[in-house]
Structures are given as structure tokens and as C-alpha cells.
């Protein structure tokens, strides 16, 4: 049967009986911050709109009805690139679409009723959950890029605010299996979901729920749940898009902290059945056409840690014989619920809320023939043939709900949720797997070739973003602070075996074997959190403030001394590792505030090298440390030590141990090159850890000449980077970067702050200090000014166009004023002494840019300025100065 060919038939129906509005037909309008609505909006019509996360590795599109992806509201375009919008790309960007579409699904008891509410119904396209209309149903975008975005959590948030009180039938269609309109339970929902580019956090998008109880009644027995129906394809549209799903249920896999542990990630799960859109496509598998990869729902939070789970897939049909879903055989405790029928899709509040109450935890769908068949095994419903269950088992049009309760709810309630859209990669490891070894009998063989590792390290991931390992939110009480759940691992260990004869033993005519672990190294690692939201990513060290004195020299050519100190960038202790982990700094520079435009021009790392370590039982090595400096190997390994002589072809051993060596960074560690990033005190000493880096505690030794001169800084951690040979008539855009190397223990990347976080724009001419008190003359530029010069581009100066993109031709123009006091007055007149504009300029003395000004040749009339010649005059406290300027336009 079609997918979903159903429900355009039912809303034409209901269109012919009642006034009603067909959503998916409405035209779109675009709104503010990246999101979309759908339809003309008025005050009595929901504002529906949709965001797109695209930051990072996953594109996901987030609606303010309570669905994600954009199988429930189609015709959606992407706000950034005006094609459509991507409903779940991975990796993005590409073709590659891992969702149809997912819901949200929230029952409970009300009276001696059962009700429930959904984003989308899945089968009969039932929408149950809306905006209001504007300005309250209006997504909210916000990011942490943006300066002002001070409530900002992620790189890309999205906040909607939805309800299921809407019972209009234009927008809501009645239950067609219970035979009656939508009843609301009287829910709010606050939806948050944030994403980062972050390479630890670019492979999901974590959602947040603040579910408000808005009704009068008390609600009992509340069940939620997530459904979801993928449709794997790199083609949408075709049934090779949705008949080859699988899906199932990860409970655990090996910690990416390694030394043996378990990890519990509760992961359901839907990926294509051989990573190929159809049967007959070659191998191998390629990057960009490949279906090889995996997509889940990791729920994070929940109202309450003791609260019961159930995960159900299920084939929905249209013809009885083919809708199926595993379902439990009946007894006498649990007798057997009809879906009508069907054995699969839930129709209808009753079969709903039965499903997300029954808890009950399906076999994954591979499996389908070994449980499903004859008299089924292990309590299963039997009955499906052999070949449809072998059908079924490698691959269909599949969906799945992981549902959790039950709670009661009183009005004015608030309950949290919190879960996590997840990708992985490299679920399927060889083209072909699917041929050669599924076997729908006993599907181990092909199961056991699946790899659920990126996948379920990107889920940890995001639950360490929601609450930190080890990171104690609550400081109050240093005693009592519970700071999470930590292992010990033991990484080098000695058995110590002792033989006495001693009289405790059981029979004193034994020898007693007294055994002991002589512990060589061992560490404490943090996997979960205190309990308390954090939605707090690791982060690189903090970008360290510039100050940028500008200068002429005696050849009229322009430089930049940038001075910063490095304090808070070098002490600042990482998130998750709770260790310092700065590495060193990069200087970049540019002609545009854009970060992709910046170039380095200078960096510094510290001389550290990476230990890879050869692990017999996974013939690999690997990297369990973080980098050691260079004294410090040579106190291991002797003074004449070197680390570089030691690569991965021919590795040191050492006390029964095989490992090599690399550099961490560039190792370029030389801070007494003047030409390149150097310290300013280079005799400067640390000051004393017992100091706690406090100015004060500096103060009250100055014996020890810890801090600058103007005691506002230490000494120690003071840097400089010259930047020589540039135009003056040009603004320059340069920023310092803080880096660190990452943590081995995690997986994590070595980490750098955005060049656009601290950037500094200045123009290479003398402070206003130098000009104030050597009187220096005003410099106009480009004068004359002729317009078919072409100013906007490199031949031209590149004295106007930049960041006025959306400025016509009309206001592109600019004259600068150079060499000005930090306030002054400039005044522009023709020949006739008629005054043409006047220029306000009023800035702190010796900030950037406080020496320029420019004009944008716009008269006082707010008209172009016309061709002739013209005087200026600057008047301050310092003096006046007056001048000419040609323009021939």
C-alpha cells in the first residue's frame, strides 16, 4: 500500500463537510531568525513555523507542533538556502535523509476516560498539538555566537510554544477509529532544542521539554512518548525509502573511556537494512551515497529516575495481514488487546495510551523471525508465516515508539524532558553484509557486524552536555555536594603473591596465599553528572582580551602591536577533564569580519608530545594520556631522550611496553622571537599557586615585581605580536585564539576559540595620543575621490564596500578622515561656504578606530554629494585645521 496514501483523501472529505484549511497546501511566509511559517496569518490562525539546525553535522528541521523533521508539514523551505528544507540529513551537508518524521505522544487517564495528544499520529496524520497565533506562536531563535544573546544555551537554539487545547476542525481532525472529535488533556509545551558545531556535539540535537498542566482536573497515570518513522533513502519519495528500514533497541556499549567499562545508552534506533537505497547498488559503499549510517532517540531526563520504559516497533498497513508489531501472548494478569485487526499500528487515544502503558520491550526487528513464527518463543505472539516474518525481519516500512510513565499531574504543574536526536556513523562496516550473512533464523552473525560505537558515543556525548561528569552545579555546601558517578581504572598493575603460613587460615596445615594488587597507576573517571541540568559544552580556553596600539613609522608604513594577557586563557580548568589544558595561541588577521576570511599569521603551542601506547588485546595503540611535556619525559626515559626519534615505524620499548611518540601541535614553543608571538617580561616569573592568581595577593609583595606597571596584569603571562608593512588607509581586522589538546580519556578533540569572538578592527595610523600632542595633520583620503576608481575592490583600496552589503550603489561611497583627535567636529563646505554635512565625532581616547572617520558623502539633504571641489574643517580642543578634497563623481 502507498504510504500515508490515506489521509489527503480524509482532509478532502472534511473539507467538503465543514470550512477547514489544508495546511500542507498553504503558501509560506518567511519570518525573522531562520524560521518559516506556513499560511496567511491572522489573529485567530496558529502561527505553524519550522527552524533548521544545520550548525552542525546533522541537519534536523524542529516545528512548533510538537514534530520534528518534515514528513507533517511539507512544502517547508530552508530559510539559509531557499531549497527545501532538510528534514534529517547526515552527514549534512548532502543527500543522505535519515527521518520521515518524529512526534511527540503524551496520555493519561482523565475521569474514567483515556485521552491522548499527539504532534502527529503517524498513520491517519492526526495533529493534535499547535501554536497560538502571533506574536506568542513566533519560534524563537537564539545562539551564543550572537554577543547579545545572553540566555543562550547552544550555538543554535530554537524555542516554540505549543498546546493541545485546540479543538477547531479546520486544524484538528476527529479520532476516525474512537468515532469523536479531539478531547485536550490541557498541556503546554515549552520546546528548546539546541545544537552545536562543536566536533563532539555535531552529531546530534538536544531537545528540552518543560510539559505544563493547564487543566483543572488532576491528571493520572501520564504516559510519554517519542515516535518515530524514519524512511531511510537517498532518494525521498520512493518505497526504496521507506521498505528496508530496521529497528530495535540498544541497551549498552563499550565505554569510550575505555579500561573495559559498560556504557548504558538506551538507544532506540532505525537505520536501512545494507546501507545500499536499493539491492542492486555496487559495492562498496561510498561516502556520499551510502546509506551506512544510524539514527536514534536517546532520552536524557525524565520526571522521575523510577518510572517504566517500553519500546514497540510496529509495520503499519493498510490490509490486516501486513500491519504487524511484536506483541505479547495474553494471560490472565495481561489479557490480549485488539488493535481492530491489526497486530501493528495503534489507532485511536485507547490503543495509544495501551501501547505507551504496557511495558512492553520489543525484540529488535531482525530477530522477528526467530520470536514471531509457529508458536512463537519466549511469551511472544506467534502466527506470521515463515516468509513473511523473514520479510518483515530484513527490512520494512517501519516505526517505533519509546514511551516512559507513569506520573500523575496537578494543575499548574511542570514536568521536565529532556532527549536527544542522535546520528552515528559506520553502522554498517562492509557492503554486502546483508547477502552474505543474514540469515532471518538466527540473525547474530549478520547483527554482530553492526557497529553501534559512533552512535553511542555520540548519545553519551549529549548526556554529558545536559549534566557534566563530575561538575558539582550546587556549590554551596563543599561537604555534602554530590558531584556525579565516577570509575576507578586501573591502568598498569602489579599481582603481589605472598605465601605464609598463618593460624587464621581455615586449615593452619594450608599455606595461605595472601594476594594483592600493587596499584602502579590508576584514575578516577567521572560518567555522570550531579542530577542537575548543566546544557554546558566543553569549550575551548577563553579567547584573552586584546589591546591593539596602531602606529606610523618613519616610512609611512602602518603596524599593529597587539598586546594581550593570558591569564584566565591558561588557568581556566576544561569541563570535562577538570584538568588545565591550554596549549597555546594563534594570531590571525583580515580584511573583513567574517571568521572564514581570517588567515594566522603566528602561533605558539607548547613543546608536548602525544604517548601512543600498544594494547595487546585490540592490536592498536592508542592514546591514554594527555601530553607530556618534554622534562618530563626526559625524568622517564634519561636526559639525552628524545621523543621525535621514536615515531609509529620504529616504536620504544620500554619495561615491557611498546609505544611511540608525536608532537602534540607544532610544538612551536620559541616565545623569545621577537617576529613572532614572544613574551613581553621573558624574566618574569609564575607567580605562586598560593597567590590564586589575585591581583591583590601581587600587590602586597611587590617585592616580587609580579605585575605590570600599572598593576593591572601579571607579568608572567604578558604576550606581544607585531604586525608589520600595512596600509594605513585600511582597516584590519586581527584576533588571538586560545587552543587547547583536547582529552585523550573522552575522545575529544583539541578545541580553538573562534577568531570572531575577540577580533579588533584598526586602522594602522597613529593613536589619537600621538596626534593629540604632536598636533598632527589631518590626512583625507582617497582625495580626489574619483568614482570610476573603483574603491571597493584590491586594485581600488578596498576604501569602501566592505560590510555594507545591503547599502545601494548610492550610500557604498566613503571619504576617511585621518590623524584625528579623539573628539573633534568635521565640517564639510563647497566653494559658496554652504555647509554640506557635518560629522560628529566623539570616542575614547586611544580606542580603535578613535584616530579615523569616515564620510559617506551623503549631504546634510540626505543626497549624493555632486562633483566639485570642497573644503573641510576640523575643529577641537587641540586646534583647527582646515583642508580641500576634489570629488568627481
Same mark, same amino acid.
Given at each position: 500500500?502507498?504510504? %500515508?496514501?490515506?489521509w489527503?483523501?480524509?482532509?478532502?472529505?472534511?473539507?467538503?463537510?465543514?470550512?477547514?484549511?489544508?495546511?500542507v497546501?498553504?503558501s509560506?511566509?518567511p519570518?525573522?531568525?531562520?524560521?518559516?511559517?506556513?499560511?496567511?496569518?491572522?489573529?485567530?490562525v496558529p502561527?505553524?513555523?519550522?527552524?533548521?539546525?544545520?550548525?552542525?553535522?546533522?541537519?534536523?528541521?524542529?516545528?512548533?507542533?510538537?514534530?520534528f523533521?518534515?514528513?507533517f508539514?511539507?512544502?517547508?523551505?530552508?530559510p539559509?538556502?531557499?531549497?527545501p528544507?532538510?528534514? !534529517?540529513?547526515?552527514?549534512?551537508?548532502?543527500?543522505?535523509?535519515?527521518?520521515?518524521?518524529?512526534a511527540f505522544?503524551?496520555?493519561?487517564?482523565?475521569?474514567?476516560?483515556t485521552?491522548?495528544?499527539?504532534g502527529a499520529?503517524?498513520w491517519?496524520?492526526?495533529?493534535?498539538?499547535?501554536p497560538?497565533?502571533?506574536?506568542r506562536?513566533?519560534?524563537?531563535?537564539?545562539?551564543?555566537?550572537?554577543?547579545?544573546?545572553?540566555?543562550?544555551?547552544?550555538?543554535?537554539?530554537?524555542?516554540?510554544?505549543y498546546?493541545d487545547?485546540?479543538?477547531?476542525?479546520?486544524?484538528?481532525?476527529?479520532?476516525?477509529?474512537?468515532?469523536?472529535?479531539?478531547?485536550?488533556?490541557?498541556?503546554?509545551?515549552?520546546?528548546?532544542?539546541?545544537?552545536?558545531?562543536?566536533?563532539?556535539a555535531?552529531?546530534?540535537?538536544?531537545?528540552?521539554?518543560?510539559?505544563?498542566?493547564?487543566?483543572?482536573?488532576?491528571?493520572?497515570?501520564?504516559?510519554?512518548g517519542?515516535y518515530?518513522?524514519?524512511?531511510?533513502?537517498?532518494?525521498?519519495g520512493?518505497?526504496?525509502?521507506?521498505?528496508?528500514?530496521?529497528?530495535?533497541f540498544?541497551?549498552?556499549?563499550?565505554?569510550?573511556?575505555?579500561?573495559?567499562?559498560?556504557?548504558?545508552?538506551?538507544?532506540?534506533?532505525?537505520?536501512?537494512?545494507?546501507?545500499?537505497?536499493?539491492t542492486?547498488?555496487?559495492?562498496?559503499?561510498?561516502?556520499?551515497?551510502?546509506?551506512?549510517?544510524?539514527?536514534?532517540?536517546?532520552?536524557?531526563?525524565?520526571?522521575?529516575?523510577?518510572?517504566?520504559?517500553?519500546?514497540?516497533?510496529?509495520?503499519?498497513?493498510?490490509?490486516?495481514?501486513?500491519?504487524?508489531?511484536?506483541?505479547?501472548?495474553?494471560?490472565?494478569?495481561?489479557?490480549?488487546?485488539?488493535f481492530?485487526?491489526f497486530?501493528?499500528?495503534?489507532e485511536?487515544?485507547?490503543?495509544?495510551? %495501551?501501547?505507551?502503558?504496557?511495558?512492553?520491550?520489543?525484540?529488535?526487528?531482525?530477530?522477528?523471525?526467530?520470536?514471531?513464527?509457529?508458536?512463537?518463543?519466549?511469551?511472544?505472539?506467534?502466527?506470521?508465516?515463515?516468509?513473511?516474518?523473514?520479510?518483515?525481519?530484513?527490512?520494512?516500512?517501519?516505526?517505533?515508539?519509546l514511551?516512559?510513565?507513569?506520573?500523575?499531574?496537578?494543575?499548574?504543574?511542570?514536568?521536565?524532558?529532556?532527549?536527544?536526536?542522535?546520528?552515528?556513523?559506520?553502522?554498517h562496516?562492509?557492503?554486502?553484509?546483508?547477502?552474505?550473512?543474514f540469515?532471518?533464523?538466527?540473525?547474530?552473525?549478520?547483527?554482530?557486524?553492526?557497529?553501534?560505537?559512533?552512535?553511542?558515543?555520540?548519545a553519551?556525548?549529549?548526556?554529558w552536555i545536559?549534566?557534566?561528569?563530575?561538575?558539582?552545579?550546587?556549590?554551596?555546601?563543599?561537604?555534602?555536594r554530590?558531584?556525579?558517578?565516577?570509575?576507578?581504572?586501573?591502568?598498569?598493575?602489579?599481582?603481589?603473591?605472598?605465601?605464609?603460613?598463618?593460624?587464621? !587460615?581455615?586449615?593452619?596445615?594450608?599455606?595461605c596465599?595472601?594476594?594483592?594488587?600493587?596499584?602502579k597507576?590508576?584514575?578516577?573517571?567521572?560518567?555522570?553528572?550531579?542530577?542537575?541540568?548543566?546544557?554546558?559544552?566543553?569549550?575551548?580556553?577563553?579567547a584573552?582580551k586584546l589591546?591593539?596600539?596602531?602606529?606610523?613609522?618613519?616610512?609611512n608604513?602602518?603596524?599593529?602591536?597587539?598586546?594581550?594577557?593570558?591569564?584566565?586563557?591558561?588557568?581556566?580548568?576544561?569541563?570535562?577533564s577538570?584538568?588545565?589544558?591550554?596549549?597555546?595561541y594563534?594570531?590571525?588577521?583580515?580584511?573583513?569580519?567574517?571568521?572564514?576570511?581570517?588567515v594566522?599569521?603566528?602561533?605558539?603551542?607548547?613543546?608536548?608530545?602525544?604517548?601512543?601506547?600498544?594494547?595487546?588485546?585490540?592490536?592498536?595503540?592508542?592514546?591514554?594520556?594527555?601530553?607530556?611535556?618534554?622534562?618530563?619525559l626526559?625524568?622517564?626515559y634519561?636526559?639525552?631522550?628524545?621523543?621525535?626519534?621514536?615515531?609509529r615505524?620504529?616504536?620504544?620499548y620500554?619495561?615491557?611496553?611498546?609505544?611511540?611518540?608525536?608532537a602534540?601541535?607544532?610544538?612551536?614553543?620559541?616565545?623569545?622571537?621577537?617576529?613572532?608571538?614572544h613574551?613581553v617580561?621573558?624574566?618574569?616569573?609564575?607567580?605562586?599557586?598560593?597567590?590564586?592568581?589575585?591581583?591583590?595577593?601581587?600587590?602586597?609583595?611587590?617585592?616580587?615585581?609580579a605585575?605590570?606597571?600599572?598593576?593591572?596584569?601579571?607579568?608572567?603571562?604578558?604576550?606581544?605580536?607585531?604586525?608589520?608593512?600595512?596600509l594605513?588607509?585600511?582597516?584590519?581586522?586581527?584576533?588571538?585564539?586560545?587552543?587547547?589538546?583536547?582529552?585523550p580519556?573522552t575522545?575529544?578533540?583539541?578545541?580553538e576559540?573562534?577568531?570572531?569572538?575577540?577580533k579588533v578592527?584598526?586602522?594602522?595610523?597613529?593613536?589619537?595620543?600621538?596626534?593629540?600632542?604632536?598636533?598632527?595633520?589631518?590626512?583625507?583620503?582617497?582625495?580626489?575621490?574619483?568614482?570610476?576608481?573603483?574603491?571597493?575592490?584590491?586594485?581600488?583600496?578596498?576604501?569602501?564596500?566592505?560590510?555594507?552589503?545591503?547599502?545601494?550603489?548610492?550610500?557604498?561611497?566613503?571619504i576617511?578622515?585621518?590623524?584625528?583627535?579623539h573628539?573633534?567636529?568635521i565640517?564639510?563646505?563647497?566653494?559658496?561656504?554652504d555647509?554640506?554635512?557635518?560629522l560628529?565625532?566623539?570616542?575614547?581616547?586611544d580606542?580603535?578606530?578613535?584616530?579615523?572617520?569616515?564620510?559617506?558623502?551623503?549631504?546634510?539633504?540626505?543626497q549624493?554629494?555632486?562633483?566639485?571641489?570642497y573644503?573641510y574643517?576640523?575643529?577641537?580642543?587641540?586646534g583647527?585645521?582646515?583642508?580641500?578634497?576634489?570629488?568627481?563623481m
Amino acid at each position: 500500500m502507498q504510504k %500515508y496514501q490515506m489521509w489527503p483523501y480524509i482532509a478532502l472529505i472534511l473539507c467538503s463537510l465543514i470550512p477547514c484549511q489544508i495546511l500542507v497546501a498553504r503558501s509560506l511566509q518567511p519570518i525573522e531568525n531562520g524560521a518559516l511559517s506556513v499560511g496567511k496569518i491572522s489573529s485567530d490562525v496558529p502561527f505553524v513555523s519550522v527552524g533548521v539546525h544545520n550548525i552542525g553535522k546533522i541537519a534536523l528541521t524542529v516545528s512548533n507542533q510538537g514534530h520534528f523533521g518534515t514528513g507533517f508539514i511539507t512544502g517547508v523551505a530552508d530559510p539559509l538556502t531557499g531549497g527545501p528544507a532538510p528534514s !534529517c540529513i547526515y552527514p549534512y551537508p548532502g543527500h543522505l535523509n535519515y527521518l520521515f518524521s518524529g512526534a511527540f505522544w503524551i496520555g493519561a487517564v482523565v475521569g474514567r476516560d483515556t485521552l491522548v495528544s499527539v504532534g502527529a499520529d503517524g498513520w491517519s496524520y492526526t495533529k493534535e498539538l499547535w501554536p497560538d497565533a502571533l506574536p506568542r506562536g513566533r519560534i524563537i531563535h537564539r545562539s551564543t555566537s550572537n554577543s547579545g544573546d545572553t540566555d543562550a544555551v547552544s550555538q543554535q537554539d530554537y524555542i516554540a510554544i505549543y498546546a493541545d487545547t485546540l479543538t477547531n476542525t479546520s486544524n484538528v481532525e476527529p479520532d476516525g477509529f474512537d468515532n469523536r472529535p479531539h478531547i485536550p488533556l490541557g498541556i503546554e509545551i515549552t520546546q528548546r532544542s539546541f545544537a552545536w558545531s562543536y566536533t563532539y556535539a555535531e552529531d546530534f540535537v538536544l531537545f528540552d521539554y518543560s510539559i505544563k498542566y493547564i487543566g483543572e482536573k488532576k491528571l493520572n497515570k501520564v504516559y510519554m512518548g517519542f515516535y518515530v518513522d524514519a524512511d531511510v533513502t537517498s532518494a525521498p519519495g520512493g518505497a526504496e525509502g521507506y521498505a528496508d528500514d530496521i529497528s530495535g533497541f540498544k541497551q549498552s556499549i563499550p565505554s569510550p573511556q575505555g579500561c573495559n567499562f559498560i556504557d548504558t545508552v538506551n538507544i532506540a534506533w532505525v537505520a536501512d537494512n545494507d546501507g545500499k537505497q536499493t539491492t542492486s547498488d555496487p559495492c562498496p559503499f561510498t561516502e556520499s551515497g551510502s546509506l551506512t549510517s544510524i539514527t536514534g532517540i536517546h532520552v536524557i531526563r525524565t520526571p522521575s529516575d523510577s518510572l517504566k520504559y517500553s519500546f514497540n516497533w510496529w509495520i503499519s498497513n493498510g490490509s490486516a495481514s501486513e500491519d504487524f508489531g511484536p506483541r505479547k501472548k495474553a494471560t490472565a494478569e495481561d489479557p490480549f488487546r485488539d488493535f481492530g485487526g491489526f497486530l501493528g499500528t495503534p489507532e485511536g487515544d485507547r490503543n495509544k495510551y %495501551y501501547m505507551m502503558r504496557h511495558e512492553e520491550f520489543d525484540y529488535d526487528q531482525l530477530f522477528t523471525a526467530v520470536y514471531a513464527v509457529d508458536n512463537g518463543q519466549d511469551g511472544w505472539l506467534g502466527g506470521l508465516s515463515s516468509g513473511s516474518a523473514a520479510d518483515f525481519a530484513d527490512g520494512y516500512d517501519t516505526r517505533y515508539l519509546l514511551s516512559f510513565g507513569p506520573f500523575d499531574m496537578k494543575p499548574g504543574e511542570v514536568l521536565p524532558i529532556s532527549f536527544a536526536y542522535v546520528a552515528g556513523e559506520h553502522f554498517h562496516t562492509r557492503c554486502g553484509n546483508m547477502s552474505s550473512l543474514f540469515d532471518a533464523k538466527n540473525p547474530w552473525d549478520y547483527y554482530n557486524h553492526l557497529s553501534f560505537q559512533d552512535l553511542g558515543l555520540n548519545a553519551t556525548w549529549a548526556s554529558w552536555i545536559y549534566d557534566n561528569p563530575g561538575y558539582c552545579t550546587d556549590t554551596s555546601d563543599t561537604t555534602t555536594r554530590d558531584c556525579g558517578k565516577y570509575r576507578i581504572c586501573v591502568l598498569e598493575s602489579t599481582l603481589v603473591i605472598d605465601t605464609t603460613t598463618d593460624s587464621t !587460615c581455615l586449615n593452619p596445615n594450608d599455606t595461605c596465599i595472601d594476594t594483592s594488587v600493587v596499584y602502579k597507576r590508576a584514575d578516577t573517571i567521572w560518567y555522570q553528572g550531579d542530577g542537575i541540568p548543566d546544557f554546558r559544552g566543553a569549550a575551548p580556553p577563553p579567547a584573552p582580551k586584546l589591546r591593539v596600539t596602531p602606529r606610523v613609522n618613519k616610512y609611512n608604513q602602518g603596524e599593529l602591536e597587539i598586546r594581550w594577557n593570558g591569564l584566565k586563557s591558561e588557568t581556566k580548568k576544561d569541563v570535562f577533564s577538570r584538568v588545565q589544558d591550554f596549549e597555546g595561541y594563534r594570531v590571525y588577521q583580515s580584511l573583513t569580519p567574517k571568521a572564514a576570511d581570517f588567515v594566522i599569521l603566528s602561533s605558539f603551542d607548547k613543546d608536548d608530545y602525544n604517548k601512543y601506547i600498544w594494547n595487546s588485546s585490540r592490536s592498536a595503540y592508542e592514546l591514554l594520556d594527555i601530553p607530556y611535556t618534554l622534562a618530563s619525559l626526559k625524568t622517564l626515559y634519561g636526559t639525552n631522550f628524545s621523543p621525535l626519534g621514536y615515531p609509529r615505524d620504529n616504536p620504544f620499548y620500554w619495561r615491557d611496553s611498546l609505544f611511540y611518540f608525536m608532537a602534540q601541535d607544532w610544538n612551536q614553543s620559541d616565545l623569545g622571537d621577537t617576529n613572532l608571538i614572544h613574551k613581553v617580561y621573558p624574566d618574569a616569573p609564575r607567580p605562586p599557586t598560593i597567590w590564586n592568581w589575585n591581583l591583590d595577593s601581587a600587590r602586597a609583595h611587590p617585592e616580587d615585581s609580579a605585575l605590570t606597571p600599572d598593576g593591572k596584569y601579571f607579568r608572567y603571562f604578558e604576550y606581544r605580536y607585531n604586525i608589520k608593512h600595512l596600509l594605513p588607509s585600511q582597516i584590519y581586522y586581527v584576533s588571538v585564539t586560545a587552543f587547547d589538546y583536547g582529552d585523550p580519556k573522552t575522545g575529544l578533540p583539541a578545541l580553538e576559540s573562534s577568531p570572531s569572538l575577540n577580533k579588533v578592527a584598526e586602522y594602522p595610523q597613529n593613536q589619537t595620543g600621538l596626534v593629540e600632542s604632536g598636533r598632527l595633520k589631518v590626512i583625507v583620503y582617497p582625495n580626489p575621490y574619483r568614482n570610476d576608481r573603483n574603491y571597493g575592490n584590491q586594485e581600488g583600496g578596498n576604501f569602501e564596500g566592505r560590510n555594507q552589503a545591503d547599502a545601494g550603489a548610492d550610500r557604498s561611497h566613503r571619504i576617511h578622515f585621518a590623524n584625528l583627535p579623539h573628539k573633534c567636529k568635521i565640517k564639510i563646505f563647497s566653494l559658496d561656504g554652504d555647509l554640506i554635512r557635518e560629522l560628529d565625532h566623539n570616542m575614547t581616547k586611544d580606542s580603535p578606530g578613535s584616530m579615523h572617520h569616515q564620510w559617506d558623502m551623503i549631504t546634510r539633504n540626505t543626497q549624493l554629494v555632486v562633483s566639485g571641489i570642497y573644503y573641510y574643517t576640523v575643529e577641537s580642543e587641540y586646534g583647527n585645521q582646515i583642508g580641500k578634497l576634489v570629488i568627481i563623481m
